[in-house]
Each structure stands twice: as structure tokens, then as C-alpha cells.
């Protein structure tokens, strides 16, 4: 089979990408800045721009709308960034036992749905997104979530990754739909929104945070950490040791980092030594598998073992990114919550896969869920086939996708035009 295709595919469309944003992105850890001094670089104070005044950022805008000018990813430093975060902070709080009780309660009432014979085939993100839809709807709103609700939302967040990983295209009318549901409830929410926004960036803020980012994320966690229990029995089989479980998700955070790369634009030069400095406007590209497979034995190999005799904190591992720049919100959170999802399925079933397991995971994570009972030897040949020829075809998708995307949002121009109308801080500029 074809199985070198993919791999080109894949750099054929970074180059695409490359070339049609136009900017001169310098990506790291490379020769100049190594792992020893990622960090250094990424905490720096002027690498903390984030659209204004980059390529990439019209696509990233693009794929995050509606309202990618209010998302707290995308907010230039200020006010308008520091009050966004607090409101995101507030919504995130809680005690943990509260946090996980509600994570128990939605995964389970999912699975109760999709159990149905004694083999279910899955694919792990979508089985996972409907669960985190419920979860942030109760988060956002302190009630239990309908049906119709949910399906907005997973509707919404699914054309999101979907776009974003080019394995489809947008649909902005989908989209459109939870912004109407989410104007509609404004006034329900539990806690303060950002008072710097207005009612409709308000709407919008909802939407991108938890209906977007937050189910996005968690999906894509949770697929990676089932599959890779799914693939290794002898860890699954240890979960219920808190000390062990945390190690495990140290691991499948290491080796699939949700991000491949973040960027930030230099708001000043940074000067790092004599004969390494950047200037300001730069694009500096964080590459975090890159990063994450430095400084380790085997570093492509899944061994939660390794974390026994060594803390994440000492080693090249910043799964919710660097403290001192903008660090993820949800790093207390999701911890605690995917532990009490992953707990609840793996109490009523055993997993099995037999696809490959890559960071991107543009497959989603074919899986069988097994009730009692071996697993299906026959079912796993056969998907182990179908994964790898869905991945030469896919890759063909993504490319051509991808590429039209890259284009579309190259004459749309949505972070370029913003800026050319307002400033840093959203208000109106006059030229
Ligand atoms: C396991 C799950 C998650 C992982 C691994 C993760 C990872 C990350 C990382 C690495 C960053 C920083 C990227 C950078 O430096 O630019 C980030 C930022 C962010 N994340 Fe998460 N995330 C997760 C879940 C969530 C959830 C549940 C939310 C819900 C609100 C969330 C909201 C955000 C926001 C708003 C930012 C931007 C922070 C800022 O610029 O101030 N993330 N996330």
C-alpha cells in the first residue's frame, strides 16, 4: 500500500501553508535555540503578541470563527486580554470532587446511550465530544444539558477540528446556529461575564471558549488517552492507583501534545545573547512534540514507568504550555476530569484498537468498546487494514482541503482587516 504518501502529503501541505501565509516563522527547539533554552525564549516578555501582524493568524482566525477577536487565545495583551481571563478563571473554579462528580455523571450518561450490544466500534473523539458538550453546558449554564442543545454544540465544535485538522470544510451556517441559542440565553449564564465585551463579543466569547476550545481539547485528551489505554492493557488494567493514573496522563500528554505548534509574534527585540536575538514582528513557532521528545530514553516509545523516578516539572514537558506566557486556564481542570471520564468507561468496558496512534489523529480513534468477553480478533484485523488505507486517501483529502482553506482565508484577510480598523485593545482606529 501507499503507506509513504501520508508523511509527504503532510510536508507537502506545511509548505503550502508556509509559503501562502507569507511570514518568516522561525520554528523551535532548532540549531540557534535549543531544548535547553525553549523555555527561556517561549517565557520571554515580548514573545507575547499573538495576531496582530502575522499570516498565520488570518487562518487561525478563520477556522476559530465566528468571534476569533474575542477568544482569550487570540487577544493581544491589556485590559481587554486580563478581564476575558479572569471571567475564564471564575468559570473553570471549583472543588474537585464537584468537578470530577460532574464529568462521572456526563460520561455515563453517554455511554448508557451508545452501549448498546457487547462490541461497540467507536471513534473515541466523537464518542468523547457529545460528554464534554454536557459537561460545559452545565459548567456555563448550572443545569443538566438538552438534547438539542448538545447536538448545537457538538455540531458546532466538531465543523471546528474538523476544519482545522482540513479533513473538511467549514460550514459557517452550522456554526451560526449555537451563536443564535447562545444570544438567546445570555442572560442564564451562572457566572460574570467580561464586562470590557459587549453583549454580542459576549455571545461570542461563550461560543469560542467552552462551546469551541474547551469540548475541542477535551475530545481530542480523551482520544488520545483512551486509545492509548486501548493499546496498552497492562496500564489500563492500573488506573484506579491515583499516583500511577497521573503518571499515565503525564505520558500521553508528552507524546501527544494537543498542540503541535503555538506561535507568538515579538512585541520588542529579544535579545538572548550576544549572538542570538530576534527582532521585533517575528513569528516564533513553539514545536511541542519536537520539544517534548528531547531530553528522554526512548522518547518515542509510551512508558508511563519513566515518570517513577522523575516529576514533570524537571523535564522538557509543558502539555498546558510555559506559566510565565499564557499558559492553558484548564491545566487544574482537565486533569481532574478526564481521570473520572476515563475511570467511567474503562468500568464498563475494555478497549481495543489496532490503528496507528499519531498526535494529529485525523482518524479519531477507531476503537471497540467491549462488554465482557475477548476482543474480536477479526474486527481488529479488519480495522487495522481500513486505518491504514483511510490514511493514504485522507492525507490526499487534507491536502487539497487544506490548501483551498489556506487560500480562502489568505483573500479573507479576517486578523489583517481587523487590524487595519482597530487597535490592539478592539477599538475603532481612524486612518
Ligand atoms: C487536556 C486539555 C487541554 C490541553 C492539553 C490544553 C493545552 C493548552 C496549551 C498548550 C495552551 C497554550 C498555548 C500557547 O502557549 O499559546 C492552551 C491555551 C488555552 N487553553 Fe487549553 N488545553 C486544554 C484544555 C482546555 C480547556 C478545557 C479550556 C477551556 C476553557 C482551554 C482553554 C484555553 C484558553 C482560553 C487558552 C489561551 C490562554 C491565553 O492565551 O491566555 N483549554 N491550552
Not at 492509548?228 to 492493557?233: D, E, G, I, M, N
Not at 517513577?308 to 514537558?317: D, K, L, P, V, Y
Request: glycine share 6%.
Amino acid at each position: 500500500m501507499l503507506t509513504w504518501l501520508p508523511a509527504r502529503v503532510v510536508a507537502l501541505r506545511a509548505k503550502v501553508f508556509e509559503k501562502v501565509n507569507g511570514d518568516n516563522a522561525i520554528t523551535f527547539p532548532n540549531d540557534q535555540v535549543g531544548p535547553d533554552r525553549f523555555q527561556e525564549l517561549y517565557s520571554h516578555p515580548a514573545a507575547n503578541g499573538r495576531s496582530k501582524g502575522a499570516g498565520l493568524s488570518d487562518l487561525f482566525w478563520y477556522w476559530l470563527s465566528p468571534g476569533p477577536e474575542v477568544h482569550q487565545e487570540h487577544l493581544e495583551a491589556g485590559p481587554r486580554y486580563d478581564d476575558v481571563a479572569r471571567a475564564t478563571r471564575t468559570f473553570l473554579a471549583g472543588p474537585s470532587d464537584a468537578l470530577a462528580a460532574t464529568a462521572t455523571r456526563c460520561t455515563a450518561k453517554v455511554l448508557d446511550e451508545v452501549l448498546t450490544g457487547r462490541v461497540t466500534a467507536v471513534r473515541l473523539r466523537d464518542l468523547m465530544m457529545p460528554v464534554w458538550a454536557e459537561y460545559f453546558y452545565e459548567l456555563v449554564f448550572g443545569e443538566p444539558c438538552p438534547r438539542y442543545a448538545r447536538d448545537l454544540v457538538v455540531g458546532h465544535a466538531n465543523d471546528v477540528v474538523t476544519s482545522l485538522k482540513c479533513t473538511g470544510l467549514r460550514h459557517p451556517a452550522r456554526r451560526a446556529r449555537l451563536t443564535r441559542y447562545l444570544k438567546a440565553r445570555l442572560a442564564d449564564v451562572r457566572h460574570p461575564l467580561p464586562e470590557t465585551l459587549s453583549e454580542a463579543e459576549q455571545v461570542h466569547y461563550l461560543q469560542g471558549t467552552y462551546f469551541n476550545t474547551a469540548v475541542v481539547q477535551m475530545a481530542e485528551a480523551m482520544a488520545h488517552l483512551l486509545l492509548a489505554l486501548a493499546q496498552h492493557p497492562e496500564v489500563a488494567r492500573r488506573v484506579e492507583d491515583d499516583r500511577y493514573f497521573a503518571h499515565v496522563l503525564d505520558e500521553t500528554f508528552r507524546l501527544y501534545p494537543l498542540f503541535g505548534i503555538a506561535h507568538r509574534i515579538t512585541t520588542a527585540d529579544i535579545v538572548l545573547d550576544e549572538h542570538t536575538s530576534f527582532p521585533a514582528g517575528s513569528v516564533l513557532c513553539f514545536n511541542y512534540p519536537a520539544y517534548h521528545a528531547t531530553g528522554y530514553d526512548n522518547p518515542h516509545e509510551f512508558d508511563p514507568g519513566r515518570w517513577e523516578s522523575t516529576a514533570a516539572r524537571h523535564e522538557h514537558h509543558i502539555p498546558f504550555g510555559v506559566a510565565a506566557n499564557r499558559p492553558c486556564p484548564a491545566w487544574r481542570l482537565s486533569p481532574i476530569v478526564m481521570r473520572a471520564a476515563a475511570r467511567e468507561v474503562l468500568r464498563r468496558v475494555d478497549l481495543h484498537s489496532s490503528v496507528t496512534h499519531t498526535r494529529s489523529l485525523p482518524s479519531r480513534g477507531p476503537c471497540l468498546l467491549v462488554r465482557d468477553g475477548p476482543a474480536p480478533r477479526r474486527r481488529l484485523a479488519f480495522m487495522r487494514v481500513r486505518d491504514r488505507w483511510e490514511d493514504v486517501w485522507r492525507s490526499v483529502v487534507q491536502l487539497v482541503l487544506g490548501t483551498a482553506m489556506v487560500l480562502h482565508a489568505h483573500r479573507l484577510r479576517p486578523a489583517g482587516r481587523y487590524f487595519d480598523t482597530h487597535d490592539t485593545q478592539g477599538c475603532p482606529v481612524r486612518h
